[in-house]
């Protein structure tokens, strides 16, 4: 288990490094860190670490002389082993940057609801619930959107109850986005009365939120207006308002 929280950067690197290893999980990941690590995961410690730890954690192999030796041994795997080392160290010049947040503060957009948004690369919604390595987190209303946190689901790997820690993660977020999620994990979300919103192929997430901006503009669905808090009164008004037009 890991003993301390472990920053942003921290797990960002280590979500990409497990993209990097073939059939790697970030919760594997995490274990040959600390292996080495000693449960240390800082961004001081990332930059000491060797491809040889890292590789040794995960299987029978050594270095001599230069030369990789072992049962594990083979070049296409060594090269995974050397590009996973060199993001974790903080070399990611050609991986996604982290995601600038925009200033929020509560009260400072009316009539808007938070979103979170189920994502592996860069503002994309192309995540399942149960394994994406990090949730976006949108405040929208009808003409304004911002970003305005960013938050890992690294740990869930490390928790007791996976799909409880992630909806923990955005329970402020009565809306969610993802490609897929389990019948299990889509009853503990909508028990936290979290509405989901399942985009199977997914996309630009800011063009998705763009038709709910549209909807929230014109004539919000009765979910959607119920979460806005527009009273039952006034949606049946609109409602009525529509079919006379």
């Known amino acids: 288990m890991i003993s301390q929280p472990i920053s942003e950067e921290v797990a960002f690197r280590i979500a990409l490094a497990a993209r990097a290893l073939p059939d790697t999980s970030v919760g594997e990941l995490i274990e040959a860190l600390q292996t080495n690590l000693e449960d240390e995961l800082t961004e001081d410690s990332l930059s000491k670490l060797t491809v040889t730890q890292l590789k040794r954690s995960f299987g029978n192999i050594y270095e001599v002389d230069g030369e990789w030796e072992g049962e594990d041994a083979n070049n296409e795997d060594i090269d995974a082993f050397k590009e996973a080392v060199r993001i ?4 990611v010049d050609e991986c996604e940057k982290p995601l ?24 994309k919604l192309d995540g399942h619930f149960g394994s994406c390595h990090r949730y976006l987190i949108y405040q929208l209303s009808a003409n304004a959107l911002k970003l ?15 799909n409880q820690f992630r909806v923990d993660l955005i329970r402020d977020c009565p809306v969610l986005y993802i490609v897929s999620i389990g019948g299990p994990a889509a009853a503990k979300v909508i028990q936290a009365n979290i509405y989901p919103m399942k985009v199977e192929q997914g996309g630009e997430i800011r063009e998705i939120l763009a038709d709910l901006q549209q909807a929230i503009a014109i004539s919000p669905p009765p979910w959607l207006a119920k979460i806005l808090g527009v009273t039952a009164d006034k949606r049946v008004k609109n409602y009525s308002a529509e079919a006379i037009s």
């Open 88 to 91: 974790l160290w903080g070399e």
């Open 100 to 123: 600038p947040i925009e200033p929020y503060q509560d009260g400072d957009m009316p009539n808007s609801i938070r979103i979170a948004v189920a994502s592996n690369t860069a503002e």
């Open 148 to 162: 305005i946190d960013v938050r890992s689901a690294i740990e869930a790997d490390q928790s007791d109850n996976k």
